[in-house]
């Protein structure tokens, strides 16, 4: 069963003012015309300068002016369609709706000692299984769920990483964007009938790869959406002013947007924060600060407020924990909290632990319990005749009368109430009978019991299958004759 | 479907109004009301395996049990016309202490009960001690399970057990309690059989008792 998003209800949180608003978009189109962004591409520096932007070809540079950003932004549409490999897992992305993807990890992790490990390729199978049948992951990431596999070399880890997700995930999914592996990706799509979308993540400050842009290129192309992502680290690559860090990201964005919609008018949007603060003792990101979610919560009120771009927010995923602990819980909770109050379109929460080093299964079940309460909360309260319940007030009365006895109860509780799959939630003194279990060892146990039953729906034919390992062979063969194997 | 069937599927699916329609039209059809009375054991079976197996839930398990007492009133009244015996584990008349109010703990004991098969009379909340050991006396009461949430009533079952005892009743049937306000050393202090800590605990407390 997988749930087709939630549909919010009340009006997202708005942290910034009009004004501000008004100023961050500003300072972005300023940065854009003034400044400008790298672009280490040839065809897309052209692309603009047809189009009117200055170019500098020597510094890769390319200043674009506000009309024609803003003309860009309005191409974008407010929503694009996704499908997966059964109409139950179809997505339209954008608009009020909210999904959840999961957050990767380079590694697993040891649930008692807590040390670190590179994973085997089954091991990520297992882990995609997970995700696959959790009722509210609706799309994925790639290198999700771990980006580092044991035997297999640098550059095939992510053909390898999406041909396990296509032999084992029913949902749509996002194509890498490292060494061409879109190609491949996109060919095995074609194969298991998916849509998928593009990742263009910048290189801040202001910079665009040659591997994001290409992929972006390819898959509008074929009229794909495309995940633009801005990925600053305030007080290192970014400004550490959370408004800086916002202009920043946003005049990084939008040159990506420009040179999408110049490739392919009308090509569908995804925005993608991946923002952090630096962490000034140790140079690495902090990850679950409460930054992340200012952040976030004005990231989403401007895309999808001002632009009426769908947003992915993806730093809600890791935490600074190294274990599966109070800490990882409240900053997880905190941060997908507020990402999804603020207007979310998609909230990449499931699996990740320590700052993308980590990533385990049992996590990502965890998760699920946190996602689905999320999804809840912006269904929000439904007031009707029937759910103000105003007969059965009356009927039962002030004590002894209750509600449990009654048939509304019956009929609404299940609708208004959420029931968590491994939280706890028995009394203190079934806790104890039953072995004290902890929400960890409940997440593994429905772990064992989720892979033990686990059948793909629907699976793949033979020749499916059989499509799926011959193009992961024409990728190794591509790579070796590129000398990288 | 057949008036055995429908019965059972009417508890299954929470329709009290056609589980009673069942048992009736079972019972001017002639069907033998002991047989339809298994009917409602079978489905009360499912119910109590949903709610331990974590399928099913207090909503379901109270409402459930609601209809089986509405269809198993209808068939006993026609039992005993009959001059025959409905076949049960035992029989408790639950309640909750004079002064106390509090109903749904008392419920959900109920429910189980009747889920496992015991015979239960609930005479509800606020009940006076003499009506408590009437209902011990009028029933043949196998064990009688007393309830208060408050500290303040929780006196209140002391005095329901010596009542017990100056009538008599005290040798021929169990007293278990329970509720917010009791514990074991509580139910030991004032000659009760039997304490239970979770609503869940009741079944087996009963089991125990009247093995």
């Not at chain 2, 009437?134 to 007393?146: E, P």
Request: charged share 20%.
């Amino acid at each position: 069963m997988t749930a087709k998003g939630y549909l919010r209800k009340a009006n997202p949180l708005e942290i910034l003012s009009d004004a501000d608003v008004e100023a961050i978009h500003r300072g972005a189109l300023d940065v854009l015309a003034v400044t400008g962004t790298r672009f280490e591409s040839d065809r897309a520096l052209k692309l603009f300068e047809k189009n009117g932007c200055r170019v500098d070809y020597d510094l890769k540079r390319v200043r674009i002016p506000s009309g024609l950003v803003e003309e860009c932004l309005r191409q974008c549409p407010s929503s694009f369609f996704m499908k997966g490999r059964s109409p139950k897992t179809d997505l339209t992305i954008g608009g009020n709706t909210l999904y959840f993807c999961p957050s990767p990890g380079m590694r697993t992790i040891d649930l008692d000692t807590w040390e670190q490990r590179v994973p085997t390729v089954e091991e990520n199978h297992q882990a995609v299984k997970i995700l696959d049948k959790l009722p509210n992951i609706n799309l994925a990431a790639s290198y999700t769920p771990y980006c580092e596999l044991e035997d297999v070399p640098g550059v095939m880890l992510l053909p390898v990483s999406a041909w396990g997700r296509m032999k084992y995930f029913s949902k749509p999914q996002r194509v890498g964007s490292s060494m061409e592996s879109h190609i491949w990706e996109m060919q095995m799509a074609d194969v298991v009938g998916i849509d998928v979308f593009a990742a263009m993540e910048a290189a801040p400050p202001l910079t665009w790869y040659g591997d994001a842009i290409d992929c972006a290129w390819a898959c509008a192309e074929r009229g794909l959406p495309v995940e633009v992502g801005c990925g600053a680290v305030m007080g290192g690559t970014g400004p550490a002013t959370l408004a800086g860090a916002l202009v920043q990201s946003l005049a990084e964005m939008m040159a990506a947007i420009v040179m999408v919609q110049l490739v392919n008018p009308g090509t569908g949007i995804l925005a993608n924060a991946f923002v952090f603060a630096l962490n000034m003792m140790t140079g690495s990101p902090a990850a679950g600060g409460i930054e992340v979610s200012l952040f976030q919560a004005a990231f989403n009120q401007l895309w999808r407020g001002k632009y009426n771009v769908p947003t992915m927010i993806g730093a809600c995923g890791p935490s600074s924990s190294e274990l599966i602990d109070v800490q990882l819980g409240f900053e997880k909770g905190i941060s997908a909290s507020l990402a999804a109050v603020s207007g979310a379109s998609i909230i990449n929460l499931h699996g990740g632990i320590h700052v993308e080093l980590t990533y385990h299964p049992a996590q990502s079940i965890i998760d699920d319990d946190i996602a689905g309460m999320l999804g809840r909360f912006v269904q929000g309260i439904e007031v009707n005749h029937d759910t103000l319940a105003l007969d059965i007030i009356h009927e039962v009365g002030p004590i002894p009368g209750h509600y449990l006895r009654n048939k509304h109860t019956l009929t609404s509780w299940k609708k208004e109430h959420f029931l968590p799959a491994v939280s706890d939630r028995l009394s203190y003194h079934d806790w104890i009978k039953q072995g004290k279990k902890t929400i960890l060892e409940n997440a593994k146990e429905k772990m064992e019991s989720m892979l033990a039953a686990y059948e793909a729906d629907p699976p793949l034919t033979d020749s499916q299958n059989a499509d799926l390992d011959r193009i992961l062979e024409e990728a190794r063969t591509y790579y070796a004759k590129k000398g990288l194997l | 479907m057949d008036n055995y069937q429908l019965l059972k599927t009417s508890i299954l699916e929470y329709e009290k109004d056609n589980a009673l329609q069942a048992a009736k039209a079972g019972i001017s059809e002639g069907t033998d009301p002991l047989k339809m009375l298994q009917a409602v054991t079978e489905a009360l079976n499912i119910v109590g395996e949903g709610f331990n197996s974590g399928d099913l839930f207090l909503p379901e398990l109270i409402y459930a049990s609601d209809c089986a007492q509405a269809a198993i009133k209808v068939l006993e009244d026609k039992i005993t016309a009959d001059g025959n015996v409905a076949e049960h584990k035992g029989t408790i008349v639950l309640g909750t202490v004079r002064g106390d109010l509090h109903d749904i703990g008392k419920s959900i004991v109920a429910a189980l009960l009747i889920a496992n098969g015991y015979k239960v009379i609930d005479l509800g909340t606020d009940v006076e001690t003499e009506k408590l050991a009437a209902g011990v006396r009028d029933n043949k009461a196998d064990v009688l399970g007393l309830s208060a949430l408050l500290t303040t009533t929780a006196a209140e079952m002391g005095n329901v057990i010596k009542k017990l005892e100056s009538e008599g009743l005290r040798s021929s049937v169990k007293v278990m309690i329970g509720g917010g306000a009791t514990n074991a050393n509580y139910a030991s202090h004032i000659g009760a059989d039997a304490y239970g800590e979770t609503a869940v605990d009741a079944v087996g407390i009963v089991k125990d008792l009247l093995k």
